[in-house]
């Protein structure tokens, strides 16, 4: 049977600490959580390998680097409220529950958040509420956040996500497709958004989230 523990180890050795994660809730919490609750059966042997894994049909749980990167981006503490953007399986779900206070993730495949949902209920997340919905339009009910963190890689970040934040609050996602797709903060003050890029991240996409086409005479 597969040492998993050893396994998340390795993990955090080789994929993480290696590339410039030297956050110590971060990497705590990427020790703490295991990654082999959140992938299908199948696909256990395969939890801890670096790339992205196919957790329903379109919908990937993200390799574990970049994810780190961009958690360690977004700086979060014990008195953040958060927003997930793409619950999927629940993984990055599960590290925000240990880094932020609470956890708003919010998912447009019922049955992936009701798995989610029940998985992390099981691992004693108790700060985390999973709601189905339609992600590009985030979760006004239990707005504002201190951070939105988009869970995969979308086309352009929607209005009404950033309509969400906190004043001072911070958005933290992947724009664009591919090796060309960036890893950007985009804060909120005073009504006025502004954003930075950081690094490159080709992550899988979020469904939901392209640009609408305009029409050209």
Do not use: W
């Amino acid at each position: 049977m597969m040492d998993f523990e050893a396994a998340r180890t390795k993990m955090v050795e080789n994929q993480v600490r290696t590339t410039d994660v030297t956050s110590h809730s971060v990497l705590r919490a990427f020790y703490a959580v295991p990654r082999e609750a959140f992938v299908p059966e199948k696909a256990k042997s395969l939890a801890y390998i670096d790339t992205d894994i196919e957790v329903a049909p379109g919908r990937y749980l993200m390799e574990a680097s970049p994810l780190a990167k961009l958690l360690q981006l977004a700086v979060i503490t014990k008195d953040d409220a958060v927003l997930e953007v793409g619950t999927g399986s629940g993984y990055a779900t599960a590290i925000l529950s240990d880094l932020a206070g609470s956890v708003v993730s919010v998912e447009a495949d019922g049955a992936l958040a009701a798995q989610a949902g029940e998985k992390l209920s099981s691992l004693g997340c108790g700060n985390v509420t999973v709601v189905t919905a339609e992600m590009e339009k985030g979760y006004a009910a239990k707005a504002p956040y201190d951070l939105i963190f988009v869970n995969g890689a979308v086309e352009e970040v929607p209005a009404a996500l950033l309509e969400q934040l906190r004043d001072g609050g911070r958005l933290v996602a992947v724009v664009g497709y591919g090796n060309a797709a960036k890893a950007k903060v985009l804060v909120r003050e005073q009504g006025v958004v502004s954003e930075s890029d950081y690094f490159n991240a080709s992550v899988k996409p979020l469904p939901g989230f392209r640009k609408a086409k305009e029409f050209v005479f």
